[in-house]
């Protein structure tokens, strides 16, 4: 069985590469001459994108939040260090501001006490490679992935996992993106900075951030001292002069995690494992993923056909198992009519929403398991399986199939609603891939229905919805299937 989604990193890059190609062939049509032009273009760009720390590229990039939140973020780069970290520290606690430190994996493990330092004070730490290397993004993709799994360890043993990565000298490249998905990260940047070169230009440094801070920002600073006659005390004056100047504008100084509206750290417990590409986007979009999903066309034909055709399925003595259960879009409805739904979700986020809406809601027939389906261990004697557009993410279909199967009853249902491969399913397969950098799997009726035969399911209902093309289909496909009695 696969395990995880596949991972398809597609960037503006590559769709300016397409154009720059074709635009070259045409203009070779034209004027032979002319063709280089288009290209040359592209390489240019290629070779200046990576040094714009703002510039989604190559990959997406997180570098500022909301401008209508008058709040802003502050970053701490480079550290922990003993010359700087603790009386940092003291100052954040004196104003009450929080922090994020991305600290590198090498000063991480020289000074673990300062880790815990910054951690019991409430502030966040990210992921900053393990050397620090200017010149990381030339080097090869094993040494970039040796980096940032190396310093994501050390964040282990100091009781976290983070998520948000900060590049050095916010320099990407092209091949950042899958490492970062690998390990289960993003990207984190900055959209205001003092070019202090590390504390190397300490002098009006508060004056040059206040000049340029927006609501909205993610500052940059530095929390290092670059040599042995560093002016920490001139340092700490011009840090305090930023929190200050931001004060006296009224605009507020908020954890990273609320200014961008993504998580940039957890808890660490002895099971924790890189988090995969998709429970990381998930997790990030929480907030709005019940607005996105219900305004979206497929969602509304899925509870179109979840109103007529699922809800018939189900019995006030049925256990149903639901994978893939989001916010709980479907999974209190289905409650309302069974006597007990065990609800199976990827996202952390995701989950915790679900368990606040059946407490609001006091239903106390929902169990939430958090955790990948594929590689979880499932308990038996389900009247019903479902899922709702979920399937997208596993690669091999029926080797999942086979795993459930032994899970329902002889007789039971299971229902579930799918991509369909299709003309227009298509450009949405490739929008994913640039949003999430995963391919979103689609399936033809044909496939669909021998991987349930396969699985000892036999197919009452497979048919397509939404934007139907020709004899193609549409892109929903909605699968209805018997668990095979024993004596068939």
Known sequence: MSRGPTIVPLA?????????????????????????????????????????????????????????????????????????????????????VPATFFVTGRRATLHRGLMREILSRGHSVGNHSYHHSPLLMLKKTDTLREEINKTREVLLESGIASFAFRPPAGITNP?????????????????????????????????????????????????????????VRAWLDEVSAVLDGLKARGIAVIPLSDCIGRPIMKPADSSSAAAGPASVFYDSITGCYDAERCGSRIY???????????????????????????????????????????AVELSENMAAVLKQKESAEQLSNIIVRTGDIETMELD?????????????????LGSLFNKISPCIKPGGAFYFTTAHRSFFRFFTQVGNAMRQGVWLHSRTERRIRKSLAAAGFRPEKVSTHVLKCGFAGGMLAEALAIKERRDQ
Request: proline share 5%.
């Open 300 to 342: 509304r034909k899925e509870r179109e056909l979840f109103n007529e055709h699922f809800l018939k399925l189900l019995t006030p003595e049925h256990r149903v198992l639901e994978i893939g259960a989001g916010t709980g879009l479907f999974t209190r409805a289905i409650a309302r009519h069974c006597r007990e739904v065990t």
């Open 12 to 96: 503006p890059a590559h769709l300016a590469g397409l154009v720059a190609l074709q635009a070259a062939i045409i203009l070779a049509f034209i004027d032979i001459r002319c063709a280089g032009i288009p290209l040359a273009l592209f390489l240019i760009t290629c070779f200046v994108a990576p040094f714009f720390p703002r510039l989604s590229f190559y990959l997406p990039i997180v570098s500022r939040g909301k401008r209508d939140s008058r709040a802003v973020a502050l970053t701490f780069d480079d550290g922990p260090d003993p010359d700087t970290t603790p009386a940092l520290l003291d100052l954040l606690a004196q104003q009450g």
């Open 380 to 396: 038996g004697g389900y009247d019903v399986i479902c899922s709702f557009s979920c399937f997208e993410y596993v690669g091999d």
């Open 175 to 231: 091949r950042l993106w899958r490492v970062l998905l690998e390990s289960g990260l993003y990207c984190v940047n900055f959209s205001c900075r003092a070019r202090d070169a590390g504390n190397r230009r300490i002098r009006n440094l508060s004056k040059k951030i206040l000049r340029r801070v927006k609501p909205g920002d993610i500052i940059l600073m530095h929390d290092v001292a670059p040599g042995g006659n560093f002016n």
